[in-house]
């Protein structure tokens, strides 16, 4: 798979709290601890300093990068779903890295009560 763009609505809600860094093929990198999504999985601290918002955006940023078609509003909103191949979350061929990241974000976000 190709390398997408990451919508500038997406790296708006990171502004002050992290920033895109490049990004080899096939992954989102971020700064402030975060790192690359697809090569290592990231630690609960670094998780827990990062606000609804931003967990909400590198989890779904993970699924952008698989071709996942977002429904909804929010989703639509901050992500192109040209190309996009996969209606089903859980179809989109993710890493055992990835899929562990997405399971820890989807874990702080409900410790949080994030929506």
């Known amino acids: ?7 500038v609505g997406v790296a ?3 502004v002050g709290l992290m920033t895109l860094a490049p990004a080899p093929a096939s992954a989102a990198c971020f700064e402030s601890g975060v790192g690359c ?12 300093r990062l606000s609804c918002d931003a967990l909400w955006t590198v989890r779904n940023t993970i699924f952008y990068e698989g071709g996942y078609c977002f429904h909804t509003a929010r989703g639509m909103a901050a992500f192109d779903n040209s190309g996009c191949a996969y209606d089903n979350s859980g179809e989109v061929p993710l890493s055992r890295i990835e899929r562990q990241n997405v399971n820890r974000i989807l874990s702080v976000e409900r410790s949080r009560g994030c929506r």
């Open 37 to 48: 999504t697809n090569d290592h999985v990231i630690s609960y601290s670094t998780l827990r």
């Open 12 to 14: 708006t809600v990171l």
């Open 1 to 7: 798979m190709t390398s997408k763009r990451i919508p």
